[in-house]
């Protein structure tokens, strides 16, 4: 199957600073997605991203699918971002559905 | 519209026992995906359905198994439990297998 590689695995922010957020595919996917899991463990989708640049608030997403990475912007971090983030896409073959990869870890400080 | 819901929210088995899971999607939404995911193998894909058909099969035992009603609520049983079967179960919808997946709360399962 496809590895997918996230980076950094851990991050700890200020309050109101910026990151962002990368993920590697081993090979092509389909529906690339990011994903935030709150400390309940409830996966809230941010964005549906096969390709382009999409923004949603604080939030923005940048996929390339020819070079197979996603990035995503985080701007003026708030405390409620704190969590796991993880990106996820479909394989090209195979019978799998969404490949997750490892996730990156944020924690924001007041 | 009511998001994803699964039940029962937590749940605590012994070895041997077997177990259903329920989970009902976004309504209009036909495909369900059922997902394990644990401290050592992070999130896995179990299976997916579709108009009550098997679409998908993770790499998991025949344990493992689902089901899909013609109301588009799921349900996936594991039998014969093991320690390792510990795990959070999330179950997603979309409208169709190939759009945005959104994710219930998921199932706490403990196996002792």
């Known amino acids: 199957g496809i590895q997918v590689e996230q980076s950094p695995p851990d991050l700890i922010l200020q309050e109101g600073a910026n990151s962002t957020l990368r993920c590697n595919f081993s090979d092509s996917v389909n529906n690339l997605q990011w994903f935030h899991q709150n400390p309940w463990g409830q996966l809230i989708n941010l964005f549906y991203?096969?390709?382009g640049t999409k923004q949603n608030g604080r939030l923005s997403a940048t996929t390339v699918a020819t070079e197979r990475y996603s990035l995503l912007y985080i701007s003026s971090s708030q405390t409620t971002d704190s969590g796991v983030y993880f990106c996820a896409g479909d394989p090209n073959f195979g019978n799998e559905k969404l490949t997750f990869g490892t996730g990156t870890r944020l924690t924001i400080i007041p | 519209k009511a998001g994803v819901t699964q039940t029962p929210r937590y749940l605590i088995k012994t070895r041997g026992q077997q177990v259903t899971l329920s989970c009902s999607p976004i309504s209009g939404h036909r495909s369900v995906s059922w997902y394990q995911q644990t401290p050592g193998q992070g999130l896995q894909f179990l299976f997916e359905y579709f108009s009550e058909t098997q679409r998908n099969k993770g790499n998991f035992p025949g344990r493992f198994s689902g089901r899909q009603f013609s109301n588009s609520r799921s349900e996936m049983n594991v039998s014969t439990l093991e320690l390792g079967d510990s795990a959070l179960y999330l179950c997603a919808s979309s409208f169709l297998t190939d759009h945005t997946q959104y994710f219930g709360p998921g199932t706490r399962l403990t196996v002792l």
């Open positions: 991203i096969p390709s």
